[in-house]
């Protein structure tokens, strides 16, 4: 389809959306943006579904803790995609059976749309229409080997008693992956991606990231599990082995000291302390596309804090303060990770009866760099109000937490048990 310069890219991306309806070779569009109408509104999903009165458009809105399905005559579903990009929409994405359109930049400006053709010879995407797709389980407890290899299943594939808590940690962490990777672009390059997992221990949720990219994503992907007990390492190799994950590999070495030229997704779920800011440094460095972090025993920050004299009486108590240190590390994690570039989000990875260390921070790249001065801002005004000097993350970044200039600190030394305890 070929359109006039003049028109905007809103305009060719809609119209893009409008000929893949038409067409019927709609495979997914997805909207993401802050809709001051709808303040929990965080994207808009859609896809061609079949039902008895006919083929619909059916939209998915999601929210912050719940999603809202509505189908439409095919007409009226352009209509609605096409209003709620220009109330708020922020960017967009849409393949097809024959390419993929991104749309981002518009905010502030005329946008940009860029078009991705796939290589002669890779596979287009299925289209699936059916409405009441089941629910399939991505990780099986009879049908994954590793499963067992590592201790949580038994013979005949049940759960091993006590790891209950451990599966649906693995269940919730692919549901988690699954769910953040609709938020990235596929781009049908051919090229092979990566995922690291840091600190990965005995690698449950290695595995189950490499099981869910084999069964759900496009592309060849390279997965590497890095930690420091050898022992482990060996485990991890032998049940890779067994389970036939040519792609997966399991190194022995420290979050702190591994090599990562470039990565597309970087996982470290309970890194102690500055293991996670080593962790995030390395992918934000390497061009991940998204982070994934479980921070847990957070020390570098507690003994610096200067609380307001308001906060005095009530920190005064250690276990107050200690909380405390723990927000106040990962608001600054969280507020670095944006000015360098990432949408964040904040959340419970599992319930607390599980596990304490269920807080994840997700960062996902963006296509622009608006607003760095003001997210630096930001940085900077949570650090001055607790006294935070340095914090780790920003060391690496290069950013200076305070106005004035300051002395670089030596690195930091990996504390021994400092990775991930999974």
């Known amino acids: 389809m070929s359109k006039p310069v003049s028109e905007s890219p809103k305009i060719r991306w809609m119209d893009a959306v409008r000929?893949?309806?038409?067409?019927?070779?709609?495979?997914?569009?997805?909207?993401?943006?802050?809709?001051?109408s709808t303040p929990t509104l965080r994207r808009v999903l859609?896809?061609?579904?079949?039902?008895?009165?006919?083929?619909?458009?059916?939209l998915v809105f999601r929210h912050d803790t719940r999603d809202v399905t509505q189908n439409f005559e095919l007409k009226e579903g352009v209509d609605e995609l096409s209003r709620w990009l220009d109330s708020g929409g922020a960017s967009g994405f849409?393949?097809?059976?024959?390419?993929?359109?991104e749309l981002s930049g518009f905010a502030d400006g005329p946008g940009r749309l860029r078009e991705m053709r796939p290589q002669p010879g890779l596979n287009a995407p299925a289209v699936n229409r059916t409405h009441d797709r089941s629910r399939k389980r991505a990780i099986a407890p009879g049908e994954s080997t590793w499963l067992g290899d590592l201790g949580v299943t038994?013979?005949?594939g049940s759960v091993c008693a006590g790891k209950e808590a451990k599966f649906r940690q693995i269940h919730r962490f692919v549901e988690v992956l699954g769910a953040l990777f609709e938020e990235l672009p596929d781009v049908w390059d051919g090229s092979v991606r990566t995922l690291i997992d840091m600190g990965c221990g005995k690698g449950y949720l290695t595995f189950a990231a490499t099981e869910y990219l084999r069964k759900s994503s496009p592309g060849q992907w390279k997965i590497r599990g890095i930690e420091q007990?050898?022992?482990?390492?060996?485990?991890?190799?032998?049940?890779?082995?067994?389970a036939e994950f040519t792609n997966l590999v399991f190194e022995t070495g420290s979050i702190q000291d591994v090599a990562v030229a470039s990565v597309d997704v970087l996982v470290a779920l309970h890194a102690c302390d500055t293991a996670t800011d080593d962790a995030l440094a390395s992918g934000i460095a390497a061009g991940a596309q998204l982070l994934l972090v479980s921070p847990c025993c957070h020390k570098e920050v507690r003994p610096q804090m200067?609380?307001?004299?308001f906060l005095e009486s009530v920190l005064r108590h250690g276990i107050w303060r200690e909380r405390h240190a723990e927000f106040v590390t990962d608001a600054l994690r969280t507020l670095l990770l944006e000015w360098a570039g990432y949408r964040t989000r904040v959340f419970e990875f599992i319930s607390p009866e599980h596990t304490g260390r269920n807080l994840m921070i997700a960062a996902v790249k963006?296509?622009?760099?608006?607003?760095r001065e003001e997210r630096?801002?930001?940085?900077?005004e949570l650090a001055g109000h607790y006294g935070i000097a340095t914090q780790r993350l920003a060391e690496r970044l290069g950013f200076q937490l305070s106005a004035r200039p300051q002395h670089p600190l030596p690195p930091a030394p990996l504390r021994s048990g400092s990775e991930n305890l999974l």
């Open 19 to 36: 000929h893949a309806v038409q067409a019927q070779t709609l495979v997914k569009v997805t909207l993401s943006g802050t809709w001051a």
């Open 46 to 58: 859609g896809r061609l579904v079949d039902l008895k009165a006919g083929m619909r458009v059916s």
């Open 94 to 101: 849409l393949r097809t059976t024959d390419a993929e359109w």
């Open 154 to 156: 038994t013979q005949d």
């Open 229 to 242: 007990r050898p022992e482990l390492v060996e485990l991890s190799n032998r049940a890779a082995l067994e």
């Open 306 to 309: 200067k609380p307001p004299p």
């Open 366 to 371: 963006r296509s622009d760099s608006r607003g």
């Open 376 to 380: 630096a801002l930001s940085v900077r």
